[in-house]
Structure formats: C-alpha cells, structure tokens
C-alpha cells in the first residue's frame, strides 16, 4: 500500500514538473526572449529543494538582483534598527549674532541625507540649531570632515555611468542624493538645447554636444565626467520641442553644494580661524536601517545600496569604502551556507557589469533569508509597489515579493512566490542580452510565473 502511495506521489510530481517544463518551453522560445540567455531556479523555501531549474549554475549579469545580498548582508550584521549619526559642532565663541569660529559637521556615511525619501533635512536643521543660538553669520568656515581626496566610486563602473544620477557614489557626507537635474529648453531637430536652470549648485562647468532628436525621443542623453574633474560633456540626445526637458547628473562634490546652499541664507566668511575645542551643537539621525533597505530595494536606488555596502566597511573594518564592504560581505558568505563561488561581488547596487551571479545562488540565498522578515519586507509586491508594480498581470497580484534587476538587454527577477494552498517558493528568473522590449520580456516572465503557481 505505501509502495502504491508513493507510486501515486511520484507520477503527480513527474506531471506537475512536466506541465512546468512545458510552460518554459513556451516561455523560453517566445519571440520577446529571441536571443536571450536565461537562468531559471525555483526552490521551495523551507526545504530548499528544487522544483524546476534551467542554467540554474551558470553565471548572468545580475544588475540591481546584486542589492538582496547587500540589504540582507547590513540588516543580519548591523541590525534592522541600526541609524546613522550625523554630528555637527561649532568652535569658537558667539557674540553679536557671530560665531567666531567654524561649523564642523562629523559626517556618518548616511547616505539618506536630504533626500527625498526622507524626512532627515540637515541644511534646515543647522539653521533651525544657529538660529536657536542667535547665529546669523559666521566667521570661520564650514569644515566638513572626512575622506579628503577619495571620490568612493566603484573602480569598475563605466566611464558612460559615473555621470548621470544612477552612477551616484556614496562618500562619507551625502547631500540630496549625490544629485542635481538641468532643465534644458528644448530646440528644434538638430539644435542644441540651452540649459535654463540647475536645480543645486555645482562645480561643474558644462560643454553641450547634445542634440535635440524628433525621430529619437525621449531621455537618451549621457553626462561625461571623471569624479575629481570639473568638466563635464553632455552629449546624445534628448526630444526636440519647446518646453523643458529635465535631466539628472551625478554630483561628485555633495560638500560644495552643501555649503553653498547654506550661504544662500547664512553669511559665511572664510575666514581662516585656528582652534580644536569643538561644542557639540546638534546630533542627527537618520531613519533605521529597515527603512533605507526597504527604499533601495522597493526603488532600486544605487546610492543607497553603495551606501550601505560602504557602512558595512566602516562599521567592521573601519573603512567607507567599496573594498573594504566586498571584504566584509565575501568573510561573511564563507562563514554561511551560501556557495560563494557562485557569486562575484564589484560593488553593492549592480552597476558594475563585472558582478556575475548564477540564479541557484539568488534562489538559495532567498531561502536562507526568508526567516528575516525585514528582509522580506523591503522588497516590492507584484502589482502594487516599487518597481515590481509593472509586473501586474492579474494572475500575480500580490503575490510575490521580488527584487528586480534591469538594463539594456536585462530582465531579471529573484524573490519569493506565495501559491493559494501557503506554500512558499524561492525564484529567480536570469533573462540576459534580451534586446526586443522590455515590456514583452517582462509580459512573459509574468506569464511563467503565473504557470509556477498553479502548477
């Protein structure tokens, strides 16, 4: 009778996973994945064992799929309440509404500082603190402490990305998201455009070779600069017309900005003024570490997650810098029960096109994090949050948790699927060199986890 049971169990399971491997048969000879590389692995998560898998070991782009392991990483090592403290000083004395002395701010590594996800505002803060105090001018200068002469981004980041907003680093003081937006006038087909307005101050002095496209619209311009230069070449093209088109940068020099919006409101002297005793004038805090890693993986924000991989670094080996949390992150994976040699780490958000990683990995590593729930709970829902609200199909609303990870020729996917009966799955779809729409690819990979559910 148990022989009979287990027969019975058997052949259902052979005919689940071949109704399964049909439906990738399908999936995988779509036209929208014509070309394309795929890795497919699907675990259920308490056991891990495999319910279907295709190229599970073998290596893909994971591009912003990389953030689950630094979020994972930061929240198990430092802790889901972990916040950053941002400390500001004064030396000197007061008299006469005058500080005769500097402002020192003791930068953390937040890289949420003024940002538009957060309610952390530290120009206003300062303000609020001085005028506290009856300070209206200051005599010295605004002294930010750090790392003088380190620029923090990845050394394997393309020259193509440092300069737009996705190619943010993360230095020790952050300001507004390491960026700035130029409102360009759109011109005719051909013309250059003029730039109307900068929404921070910057250092930067701008050559424009970028061209406004009527057959090419939309967005496709690209902001040239090396970190420590004050050049920058915009060049591509943006829409032709005659309203205002907005494009962002990466601004390498977040301290300049800082300062400079400062003395829109406050006079500051520069006067160069000696003294170490410092006056601990405010300390602030940004929000916990659950919250920045529910923003970076809902969002997909690349400074966030540089941020994060940097406070690692510091946090265990006193170092905010990409080196030393790869370092941090890699001892801990060899300590785990994660297949490190199915993992290669260049930085924390997936910009560098050097990261590799098999989807057997990011299968497993979801199954050894679903324990976390904040882990679980920074990731974006189908149909309803982050970037995972385009993957919408009816079938898959609400159902699964995933981070994304996308860019040209990538489609990539890595999460948990709740089927009706409760049951748990960990998944990760790898589509790589996928170079017909975006929308279509996505269309079928929702299609196919759709198939994994019923199934």
Request: with cysteine; net charge neutral; glycine share 8%.
């Amino acid at each position: 009778m148990k022989k009979l049971v287990f027969l019975v169990f058997v052949s259902l399971w052979f005919a689940g996973y071949g109704q399964l491997a049909q439906s990738f048969e399908n999936f995988k000879n779509s036209s929208a994945l014509q070309g394309a590389t795929i890795g497919v692995s699907v675990l259920e998560v308490n056991s891990g064992n495999p319910i279907f898998e295709y190229n599970a070991t073998q290596f893909f782009y994971p591009a912003s799929i990389q953030k689950i392991i630094t979020t994972a990483c930061a929240l198990q090592l430092l802790g889901s309440n972990f916040s950053y403290e941002t400390k500001v000083y004064y030396t000197g004395n007061i008299a006469n509404g005058k500080l005769n002395g500097n402002l020192v701010i003791e930068p953390s590594g937040d890289p949420t500082t003024n940002s538009k996800h957060f309610s952390n505002d530290l120009l206003e803060e300062v303000l609020s603190q001085l005028k506290a105090k009856g300070i209206t001018s200051i005599a010295g200068e605004v002294l930010i402490l750090g790392q003088p002469g380190q620029h923090n981004t990845p050394l394997t980041w393309l020259f193509e990305d440092i300069g737009n907003y996705y190619g943010v680093a993360s230095k020790l003081f952050n300001y507004k998201q390491n960026m700035y937006t130029i409102s360009f006038l759109q011109k005719a087909d051909g013309l250059i455009p003029s730039i109307q307005e900068i929404d921070l101050p910057v250092s930067y002095k701008f050559d424009l070779k970028l061209t406004c496209s009527s057959a090419q619209k939309g967005d496709h311009s690209f902001i040239l600069g090396a970190p420590f230069s004050l050049e920058r070449e915009v060049v591509g093209t943006i829409s032709a017309g005659t309203s205002i088109f907005k494009v962002k940068g990466a601004n390498s020099n977040p301290e300049y900005s800082f300062v400079k919006e400062l003395e829109m409101v406050l006079t500051v002297e520069h006067t160069k003024l000696a003294g170490i005793d410092k006056t601990l004038l405010f300390t602030q805090k940004s929000s916990a570490l659950y919250s920045i890693a529910k923003v970076t993986n809902h969002q997909s924000v690349n400074l966030f997650a540089e941020g994060i991989l940097n406070t690692l670094g510091l946090s265990f080996q006193n170092d905010y810098q990409t080196a030393a949390g790869i370092e941090l992150i890699e001892n801990y994976l060899k300590q785990s029960s994660a297949d490190e040699k199915q993992v290669i780490i260049k930085d924390g958000s997936g910009l560098s096109r050097l990261n590799a990683m098999t989807p057997n990995f990011a299968a497993n590593w979801m199954c050894d994090f679903y324990e976390n729930k904040d882990f679980v709970n920074s990731l974006p829902v189908s149909g309803e949050s982050g970037t995972m609200q385009y993957l919408n199909q009816v079938g898959l609303k609400g159902k699964v948790r995933a981070k994304t990870g996308s860019a040209e020729g990538v489609v990539n996917y890595a999460g948990y699927l709740t089927k009706d009966n409760g049951q748990v799955l960990a998944f990760s779809i790898f589509v790589n060199n996928a170079y017909q729409s975006r929308y279509s690819v996505r269309k079928e990979i929702g299609v196919f986890l759709e198939r994994i559910l019923v199934n």
